[in-house]
């Protein structure tokens, strides 16, 4: 027999026996609940033009009174299976007068049906199988003495029919609430997966933003300091005057990106240009003799693409300037079919690259920033270097095609 609608969930606690009180709108088996009970309406008004046609008067009161207390009783155990109240007792008395009903008058055992739903879908558990067993039964004694104890079908035949509308609203019901737990735990893997995936996209942007700082801020402050440090000891002298111009210098590109970064924009006078250009002017922010080779055909890279060289070149000539003592620094691009490499290199003191100082408060974000930057966009990163020997930062990252043309050359 027809259930309620799948996918409902419990709103409020019910009486053990009854079904439990769903506030979402019934579809679906709801729908098909209706055209049962119209079913029942329909069914009873027949069964009972059917038995006064065949009946003296006399027979008809007994019969009439019966169906009336009937339809009344089921209408109230209808609507109160509706709103998920507790009908134990209207149920029952209902069955006891259905059973009387169809015993006296089997014409009526056509409703039967529609009782059966009534019972399955109004009660649970042993109630429900109790109530609905009492009307198949009572419906095969009906039809049993209309037969005149003759026709052994009109026994076991309610019997049976009800026996397999049992066992197929029992399966109904399974898959129904199966469906349910299936739907919840989707939800709940949904919203887990959507709580993982703001926590993994903010520690991302936490990342980001580390680096960007790192790479434009904190460098440049480190610069700028070094440069009025400098300043201070040779003042008043040319060179501190030198010295002076170039910290004012590197205060104001920092400043500048310091508000493009507010504005989640690239660095101002760099994206505008071409690429090995734009490089040489990170590089020459804090590395004022450093120079550029281009190797391969120039061509377009992707904007992140860029934007990573950019940073890298950035942060690794910034630590030339605070630790290297370098008198040399080459910037080499090149283009390869599917990718495009950068080298910054300079001959300043070295170090030990499995020694370096893990990132603190005093610094050590410089190399993990990079190594970061570049790997997040599928490419590699290296840093080869030795006491007294110098040190090559390398990256290698995927150059997918984005719009307009960069030229190459060499500084």
Known sequence: MPTRAAGTAP????????????????????????????????????????????????????????????S????????????????????????????????????????SFALFFLCRSALAGTAAYLAAGTTAAATAAGLFRMSDGTDLAMLLGPLAVGLMLTLIYDRIQHDAEEQRRLHAEVSRAQGELAASERRAGTIAERERMSREIHD?????LASSLLLLEAA???????AARDELRQATGLL??????????VHELASPGLDGSPLPEA??????????????????????????????????????T????????????????????????LDIYDDGVGFDPAAAAPPSDAGGY????????????????????????GTIVAAQLPAAPAGGEDQGGQA
């Open 318 to 341: 910034s630590n030339i300037k605070l630790h290297a003592s370098a008198t040399t620094t080459t910037v080499t691009l090149g283009f390869l079919p599917e990718a495009v490499t």
């Open 232 to 238: 201070g000891r040779a003042w008043p002298g040319a």
């Open 366 to 389: 410089g190399l993990r920033a990079m190594r970061q930057r570049v790997e997040q966009l599928g490419g590699t990163f290296s840093v080869e270097s030795s006491p007294g020997e």
């Open 11 to 70: 709103a409020t606690a019910a009486a053990p026996g009854t079904r439990p009180r769903t506030s979402a709108p019934r579809t679906g088996l709801g729908s098909i609940g209706t055209a049962v009970h119209l079913g029942f309406a329909v069914l009873l008004v027949a069964s009972l033009v059917r038995y006064v046609m065949r009946h003296s008067p006399a027979d008809n009161l007994l019969i009439l009174g019966l169906a009336a207390a009937a």
């Open 279 to 316: 490089l040489l002017v990170a590089a020459r922010q804090y590395a004022p003799q450093a120079r550029l080779l281009v190797t391969g055909e120039p061509r377009a890279v992707a904007g992140e693409v860029r934007h990573a060289l950019l940073r890298v070149v950035q942060s690794a």
């Open 72 to 111: 009344l009783l089921y209408a109230a155990v209808a609507v109160l299976a509706a709103r998920g109240r507790p009908g134990i007792p209207w149920m029952f008395t209902l069955v006891v007068v259905w059973a009387v009903l169809v015993v006296a008058a089997p014409s009526f055992a056509w409703c």
């Open 216 to 220: 434009t801020v904190t460098q440049g």
């Open 252 to 261: 104001r590109t920092n400043l500048s990106e310091t508000r493009s970064l």
